[in-house]
């Protein structure tokens, strides 16, 4: 099955920025970038589409963006202004494309973003 690598996570002061990327072995035709912090339910904080339009959380309106780069099978989450809220889990959920293979709804493994001074 194929598998979606994230990375970028880590420690970052307020106001700092992070960018993660989601890495797939196929086209990623469509991907969310969802997030999980301890003690609350996974919410979906940006997502793009097949044709690359993009949605966020009201909540990270203004402060994120996602992005891809096809050549790379890749998709990113440029976080900028980053607030201790949003410290959580970070996962990518991607239906990935490779050839006559279609893989729907796969998960990355997360990686962690805290911020904190």
């Known amino acids: 099955q194929v598998q979606l690598v994230e990375s970028g996570g880590g420690l970052v002061q307020p106001g700092g920025s992070l960018r993660l990327s989601c890495s797939a072995s196929g086209h990623i035709f469509s991907l969310g970038w969802y997030r999980q912090a301890q003690g609350k339910q996974r919410e979906l904080v940006a997502a793009i589409s097949s044709g690359d339009r993009t949605s966020y959380a009201d909540s990270v309106k203004g402060r994120f963006t996602i992005s891809r780069d096809n050549t790379k099978n890749t998709v990113y989450l440029q976080m900028n202004s980053l607030k201790p809220e949003d410290t959580a889990v970070y996962y990518c959920?991607?239906?990935?494309?490779?050839?006559?293979?279609?893989?729907?709804?796969?998960w990355g493994q997360g990686t962690l973003v805290t911020v904190s001074s």
């Open positions: 959920n991607a239906d990935v494309y490779s050839g006559l293979r279609r893989d729907l709804g796969v």
